[in-house]
Every structure is written in structure tokens, then in C-alpha cells.
């Protein structure tokens, strides 16, 4: 028995899709490292994609646990949400401190699908974890700004209709804190000359669509600033909770798959003249990687239900469930948001292993697609935020221990 009551209707759809994507379709594009068109258009119609968008703009007004059921769903069934997920998530940025006019520009576009907001360029090749010693920066120019400076693992950039690009606007030495002075752009990635934008495509142990954008003296209207300029920092973290509440569901999906096949494998293969799973050498890892899998779904579905305790704080705020804009901040829960990211990766991964070391040799093979998840899967330990960087929040903020870096 697993919390799989929870959006019943939504997951069966979910799975109906997915069963027209089987792990032939995912190989293809595996070796030629291209993006899957079809898998996406086919989320985008179904509506998946816009689950956290507001009735009023269009989506489907959502909690955050539908969405966390409809990213599991894909990965149980051996696909891959990697190349879309962001469509459903980095709008909380637009919907929670864009401007009204803003909101009423994108967010029905970005609903119906027409508009894509997947590509966000946070992390740069000298800055990693430590994120605000970012160096691209925006200076203003009239009623525009001119960005210059470079991200790297910008994912889907070349699938991307539109960019949330965190920059300075104040240099690092001029801010009394480090967090002050950033900003960020909504960067119409349609409108940019060649000259003043490059996007290079990075080639990775697994098919990400992750990039390189070098950004040249390349002009933003003042009007895409999102919020206040130089309180950027603030709003990038206010959408965290929700991709790690995003991110874990996707793990949790990773380890239900892996621990199926490992199930099934361990069932119908005969070695010594008996199945390998009646020895209990084999049955154990595959036991312990289960257990770890509910433990962090119990973490999960109690970081999502605190999450929409604190959107939607008992009313409607017109037509979704997701706070606009006021009380400050989204950081609740980030205890839990936090553990149930750890928790997932870690569970996800100790179920490739189990999977693979179940599989013997024929885990290495590409048509048992086992390998490619193997690579697909350990992306989560290190991205979007890693193993050790969540132990230090956690050092930090729920043990109040001293702040290490
Ligand atoms: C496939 C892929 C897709 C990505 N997509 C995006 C994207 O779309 N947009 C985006 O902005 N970023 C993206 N990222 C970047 C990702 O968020 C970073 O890789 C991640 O946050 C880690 O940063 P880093 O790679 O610079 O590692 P670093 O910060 O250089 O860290 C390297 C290692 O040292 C550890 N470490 C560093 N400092 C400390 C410390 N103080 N204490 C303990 N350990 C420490 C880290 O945990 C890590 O294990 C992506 C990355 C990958 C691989």
C-alpha cells in the first residue's frame, strides 16, 4: 500500500499518456541526444504542464501535490519530465511578484502553451552554490537594460520562448549585504539578436537539453524587471520550495520504476535453478531501497501538505490556489521541502543501485532502458541544489547550528 490514492484520477491520466512513450521512443532520442517534441506537446495539450497556473489565467489552478503526482507519474512509468518540468514551476516567480499587467501578458500564453518559460539562468561557471557572488550583470539604460555576463546549465534554453534570468543590477562591493543588489529579468529569448546572445548546447551523461548562454551587451526593456530591482535574490528562493517539492516527486517516481523492474527481474530470472529473488542477497537491497522510497514519500506528501496549508492560509485568492503576492516571501516549508529533496535523491538512487546490481550484466544494456534511468536518475543529488548544500540548510536552519559557508 502507497500514497497512491492521493489524485487518483489525475495519475491514471497521467499514465494513459505516458504508455504512448515507451522506452523505444526514449532510447531514440537518448543516443541522438534530442529533445522529446512529441512527449511535451502531448503534456502541454493534455493541460499537465499548466497545473500550477490559475484558473483566472487559464490553467488549472492546482495544489502543488497534483503537480507532484503528475511529475511522479511520468518518471514511474520510465519517461522523463526533465525536458519540460520547469513550465509547470519557474512561473511562480512571474505569478508571485510580477506586475499585474506582467501577469496578464504571459501567464495565459504560458497556460495555453503557447509561450514557453523553461529556461532559468541562475547558476554561472564562477559562482555554483554560492550564488551570490553571481557576476552577469544588467545596467540600466533608459528604459532598457543591457545584459552582459554568462550562465551555465541554463537546461532547455533552446526549447525556451522566454528566460527568468537572475543578474546584478548593483555591483557585489556597493550592497551592505551580499543578497541585495540582484535582480531579475524576464528575457524575451525570441526578440535577441545572434550578436548580443549566444546559446550553447553542452553535451551531458544524460539528454538534458542543458546549455551555455553568453549574454553580449544584449538589450531587456525595463518593463520585463520582475518586482523591485536589486530583490531578485528573495524572489528566486520564494519559488525553491515548490521545484523541491517538484523535483522530489520526480525521484520518488525514479525509485517506484527502478523498484518494479528490480521486482519484476528478480521474480523471472532463474539462476542455480531457482529465481534470483528467493536469495536473500539480492531481495534486501531491493527491501531496503522500498522502505527508503515510503519514508521519503511520507516526507514528500508532508512537505506538499504544508505547502498548500500556507498557500492557500483557508481562502481562495481568485480562481487558484496560489498566493500572488503579500505576506513576504514563500519559504515555508523549507524544512520539509528540503528533506524530502534529500530524501527522494537519496531513495531514487539507492533503488538504480539495487535495480542495477539486481540486473547483473543485463543492466548495462540499452534495451532494458535501465541504464539510461541509472544516468537520468543521479542528476538529482547534484541539481537543482545538492546533497550537501540542503545538509547545511538543514545544519543551519533546523538545528541552528552556525552557518558554514
Ligand atoms: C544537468 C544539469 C542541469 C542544470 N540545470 C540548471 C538550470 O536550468 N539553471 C541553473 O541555473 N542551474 C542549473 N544547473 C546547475 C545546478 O543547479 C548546479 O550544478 C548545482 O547547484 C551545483 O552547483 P555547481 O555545479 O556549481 O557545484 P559547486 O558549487 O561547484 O559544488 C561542487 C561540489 O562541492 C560541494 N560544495 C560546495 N560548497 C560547499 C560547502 N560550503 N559545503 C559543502 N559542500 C560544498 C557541492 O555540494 C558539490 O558537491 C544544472 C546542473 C546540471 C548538472
Request: overall charge positive.
Amino acid at each position: 500500500m502507497t500514497l497512491e490514492s492521493n489524485h487518483r484520477d489525475i495519475r491514471e491520466s497521467v499514465a494513459r499518456l505516458c504508455a504512448g512513450f515507451p522506452g523505444e521512443y526514449w532510447r531514440r532520442l537518448d543516443r541522438a541526444r534530442a529533445y522529446p517534441q512529441e512527449f511535451v506537446d502531448a503534456l502541454t495539450a493534455a493541460g499537465f504542464l499548466a497545473a500550477l497556473i490559475p484558473d483566472r489565467y487559464g490553467g488549472a489552478g492546482l495544489p502543488i501535490s497534483a503537480a507532484a503526482a503528475i511529475l511522479e507519474e511520468i518518471h514511474r512509468a520510465g519517461c522523463n519530465a526533465a525536458a519540460c518540468h520547469a513550465q509547470m514551476y519557474t512561473m511562480g516567480t512571474l505569478l508571485r511578484h510580477g506586475s499585474a499587467a506582467q501577469k496578464q501578458k504571459y501567464l495565459p500564453g504560458i497556460a495555453a502553451g503557447r509561450l514557453r518559460l523553461q529556461a532559468f539562468g541562475v547558476t554561472e561557471p564562477g559562482s555554483g552554490s554560492d550564488t551570490t557572488s553571481l557576476r552577469t550583470a544588467a545596467r540600466r539604460d533608459g528604459g532598457r537594460y543591457l545584459v552582459n555576463g554568462q550562465k551555465v546549465w541554463t537546461s532547455r534554453a533552446e526549447h525556451s520562448d522566454l528566460m527568468l534570468l537572475l543578474c546584478r543590477t548593483t555591483p557585489r562591493e556597493k550592497v551592505a549585504k551580499k543578497t541585495d543588489g540582484l535582480s531579475v529579468l524576464l528575457v524575451d529569448l525570441r526578440d535577441a539578436p545572434a550578436k548580443n546572445l549566444t546559446i550553447k548546447p553542452l553535451r551531458t551523461m544524460m539528454n538534458h537539453a542543458s546549455t551555455e548562454v553568453f549574454f553580449d551587451d544584449l538589450a531587456v526593456p525595463a518593463e520585463n524587471l520582475i518586482g523591485d530591482e536589486g530583490r531578485g535574490f528573495g524572489y528566486i528562493l520564494s519559488g525553491l520550495n515548490a521545484e523541491r517539492i517538484l523535483i522530489a516527486a520526480e525521484c520518488i517516481g525514479d525509485a517506484k520504476w527502478f523498484i518494479g523492474k528490480a521486482v519484476d527481474y528478480a521474480g523471472r530470472r532463474r539462476v542455480f535453478g531457482r529465481p534470483i529473488g528467493q536469495n536473500q542477497g539480492v531481495q534486501f537491497p531491493i527491501a531496503r531501497a522500498y522502505a527508503d522510497m515510503r519514508a521519503a514519500e511520507l516526507m514528500l506528501r508532508e512537505a506538499a501538505r504544508r505547502y498548500e496549508m500556507d498557500e492557500c492560509d483557508g481562502r481562495d485568492n481568485g480562481g487558484g490556489r496560489h498566493r500572488e503576492s503579500g505576506r513576504g516571501y514563500n519559504h515555508a516549508p523549507g524544512e520539509e521541502s528540503n528533506l524530502a529533496k534529500l530524501l527522494a535523491a537519496d531513495a531514487s538512487w539507492a533503488a538504480a543501485e539495487a535495480c542495477m546490481e539486481t540486473h547483473g550484466g543485463f543492466g548495462f544494456a540499452e534495451e532494458f532502458d535501465l541504464e539510461r534511468k541509472y544516468r537520468e536518475a543521479r542528476l538529482y543529488r547534484t541539481a537543482p541544489v545538492s546533497t550537501n548544500m540542503i545538509l547545511s540548510y538543514i545544519a543551519e536552519h533546523a538545528l541552528r547550528l552556525p552557518r558554514s559557508y
